[in-house]
């Protein structure tokens, strides 16, 4: 992968874990990307060690070298991470526009979903299986609408939604809140790499930061700013979710919850918003009609021999002969089958007898 200077500078400064975001941002107005960081350096030090303060003005100005820049893009490269930096072209717009956006992004996936249009879906971990399965629902109509997901990466709603992006060839966007080396939880790691194959998954963190509980309310400030929407699905009126709502409404994001019964703890938070001004959300067109998009496409219904149809496709079996010998039956039994899939638009007749998905 190839950077600019100025992206080099962003990513050599991001390198330093130890140092804070504001001091970091700092450093870049100092230098601007500019060649002879080191020189640049030496001219301020007088400033710059009251700023940061002389152990940290030493660590950063020793390591000012291509050498220690080298070793941090050697150690990225090896584990396939692309760096998305504030000067980069593709840094997604709507995060720019927040308060603290991240110097660098770190990613790993199809980075071309940053330039599509995202929905946030978030909610507590311990969602009630009702509103997971309310959830699936919506997101299934929110793909089939155009929308890219964008969610963490918790049990409970984080993983409904991002496995139900993987299950209907959707596109989704997975926020950690660690580095790529220390994935949290660790029995997520496999659905991590689902979602690296199919999808995106981004952090704000060096590959070997692990996760602490902090963390997780800064991380949401992404989801929030990287959506277009953010539908909260679960959460009590103290929860991780309430922050990704704040988040939403300080960034002027339409923000969506689903509302609950009395009582429920895991769904207070949501009726607390919906209060204070959230869109009340009950099903898919609650939010879809907001974006102008009125319809969904219908959810094809198949019958068990239908589906075995299309099934026998799928296997590489085109010819009708072949179709109705997987299938153990006559031609003249799966021919009405596979004119009922035409008029449904499941399967195309590519030449005489021979069909396609």
């Not at 990613?107 to 009630?128: M, P, W, Y």
């Not at 220390?182 to 704000?204: D, Q």
Request: proline letters at 3%; one cysteine or more; aromatic letters at 8%.
């Amino acid at each position: 992968m190839k950077y600019t200077q100025k992206e080099l500078c962003l990513i050599w400064l991001d390198s330093f874990a130890s140092l804070e975001y504001k001091h970091k941002k700092r450093l870049y107005e100092f230098v601007e990307g500019n060649v002879g960081i080191k020189e640049l350096l030496s001219s301020g030090k007088d400033y710059l060690i009251t700023e940061l303060g002389e152990s940290v003005f030493n660590t950063v100005y020793m390591s000012a070298n291509k050498l220690y820049l080298d070793s941090v893009l050697d150690g990225l490269n090896k584990r396939e991470i692309t760096c998305i930096t504030l000067e980069s072209e593709n840094y997604p717009e709507d995060l720019l526009s927040t308060d603290i956006p991240p110097l660098v992004l770190y990613a790993k996936g199809d980075i071309s979903l940053l330039s599509t249009e995202k929905f946030g879906v978030v909610g507590s971990r311990k969602s009630l299986p009702l509103q997971l399965n309310l959830a699936k629902t919506i997101c299934e109509d929110l793909i089939s609408a155009g929308f890219t997901l964008v969610t963490g990466i918790a049990e409970g709603a984080d993983k409904t939604v991002i496995e139900t992006a993987l299950n209907n060839d959707g596109k989704v966007i997975s926020i950690l809140a660690s580095g790529f080396d220390n994935v949290y939880p660790s029995a997520h790691e496999s659905l991590v790499n689902k979602i690296i194959e199919k999808g995106l998954v981004i952090t704000e963190h060096l590959p070997e930061v692990k996760a602490k509980p902090y963390f997780f309310p800064v991380r949401n400030r992404i989801i929030a700013g990287l959506s277009d929407g953010v539908l909260i699905v679960s959460g009590a009126t103290r929860s991780g979710t309430m922050y990704t709502a704040e988040y939403a409404v300080d960034y002027g994001k339409h923000l969506f919850a689903i509302p609950y019964t009395p009582n429920v703890q895991s769904g207070s938070g949501c009726n607390l918003l919906i209060k204070q001004g959230a869109i009340l959300t009950e099903n898919s067109t609650d939010i879809l009609e907001f974006f102008g998009k009125n319809t969904v496409k219908e959810k094809v219904v198949l019958t068990t021999e239908q589906q075995k149809i299309i099934n026998a496709i799928k296997d590489g079996n085109s010819h009708v002969e072949q179709i109705a010998k997987k299938l153990n039956k006559a031609v003249y039994e799966i021919i009405p089958l596979l004119s009922e899939l035409e008029i449904k638009g499941q399967i195309t007749k590519n030449g005489t007898n021979t069909y396609g998905l």
